[in-house]
């Protein structure tokens, strides 16, 4: 099987050899072509994109990257090991005849990503999971509070790992009453991005769907980038998942005969309360109805609960 976006990707690696460490000569770079992604889930972070990467690794055409979240065109450091190092996640067995995709949420909401995938392979396809940036936020609070438990310097260490000069930046540390307060913590940022500072473990950032897809269509034609519901994904797994297949170009699979229970992480002890909901509805009033009149995507109020 071959992928049309190759031959521009071949070029591409030859060009750029020297900025990005490739330095292969033709024959070698040739074999790299087949170790290439043939697609990205971006994102969301908390969007359902491990569910997603579980249920298309069932596919008989298709294979997923060695690990989930590889954060290539993200993380400056990781970006600075060179397209060997990406093409190292991506390994055909002996016989193998598989399309390639990788899912790393944190390409969604980057300002370099864009631009890096494109140098990358111009003809690429992209999908994107999106979840109702209340239920988002929330959901990642949850999880960087689990995070902050297990090690206070958790995001300073994964960002020192994306971006050495990160450890130079002056950043406002999460007070211990956000570790349980989640209006507490949504007011910690409000008041840092209001001051023009930086706040370690964003939440709010995330939820802006449209102006980071907005990015990726400087770019990219829209029709390169599949957008997906994540209560579509939930619900109507199967009739997600074959518009993906068509949107890729492989054969349909019998996903009836696979098991696609859920894969959605979660279980917090509590539900998010009543007067973060209305704050979040109010601060994402205007980003959704962007969305909702560009990209044809459109959320459920949660309020409308309460």
């Known amino acids: 099987m071959i992928y049309s976006g190759f031959r521009s990707l071949f070029k591409m690696m030859s060009d750029k050899s020297e900025a990005v460490g490739m330095n292969c000569i033709a024959t070698q770079c040739d074999i790299l072509l087949k170790n290439s992604p043939a697609f990205l889930v971006i994102g969301a972070q908390k969007g359902g994109t491990t569910a997603l990467y579980e249920y298309l ?11 989930k979240e590889i954060d290539f065109f993200s993380c400056n450091e990781i970006y600075n090991k060179g397209y060997n190092y990406y093409h190292s996640h991506f390994v055909q067995e002996v016989g193998e005849d598989k399309l390639f995709f990788e899912a790393s949420p944190s390409y969604l909401n ?23 940036p209340v239920e988002r936020a929330y959901s990642a609070w949850n999880m960087y509070v689990k995070n902050y438990r297990s090690n206070p310097d958790w995001f300073y260490n994964w960002m020192v ?19 349980t307060n989640f209006l507490v913590y949504l007011n910690e940022e409000v008041v840092a991005i209001k001051s023009g500072m930086f706040i370690e473990s964003p939440v709010l950032s995330h939820g802006f769907y449209c102006k980071q897809l907005n990015e990726y269509l400087k770019f990219f034609d829209r029709n390169q980038i599949y957008i ?18 068509k949107f890729i170009g492989i054969n349909y699979n ?5 098991d696609l229970g859920a894969v959605f992480e979660g279980g917090y002890n509590t539900s998010i309360c009543a007067d973060a909901v209305r704050f979040l509805e109010k601060y994402y009033e205007q980003a959704n109805k962007d969305l909702s009149h ?7 109020p949660l309020v409308d609960i309460w």
């Open 57 to 67: 690794s069932k596919h008989p055409s298709l294979k997923p990257s060695s690990i």
């Open 110 to 132: 980057n300002e370099s990503a864009p631009e890096r995938i494109y140098e990358y392979n111009p003809q690429i396809k992209l999908v994107a999971v999106l979840r109702n």
């Open 161 to 179: 790992r994306c971006d050495s000069d990160y450890a130079n930046r002056q950043v406002v540390r999460r007070s211990v009453e956000a570790m």
């Open 228 to 245: 997906v519901e994540s209560n579509a994904l939930k619900n109507d797994t199967i009739v997600v998942l074959r518009s993906i297949e």
């Open 254 to 258: 019998n996903w009836d005969s696979y």
């Open 294 to 300: 560009e990209f044809g995507i459109d959320f459920i």
